[in-house]
């Protein structure tokens, strides 16, 4: 079984008797394929950690907000 390869500039899944993306135009290109997935992986790993710092910043503010509410309520 060949396998399908995915177009670097469109996304879509190219068999592998093409040469060129029968949807954008673009030459398959495996070696630029990797990196392009390298480098999205890089940023999505890097975005997903600084995504969930900031979430946990902003959970603990919340909570710290909530608990001053809730010393008022109960005072
Ligand atoms: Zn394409």
Do not use: K, Q
């Amino acid at each position: 079984m060949a396998l399908d390869a995915i177009c670097s500039e469109c996304g879509r899944i190219l068999e592998d008797a093409f040469r060129y993306c029968p949807w954008c135009g673009a030459s398959r290109d495996r070696d630029g394929l990797s990196s392009l997935v390298e480098g999205a992986c890089g940023r999505i790993e890097s975005l997903y950690r600084t995504g969930m710092d900031s979430r946990i910043s902003d959970m603990e503010a919340r909570l710290g907000e909530m608990e001053n509410e809730l010393n008022r309520i109960l005072s």
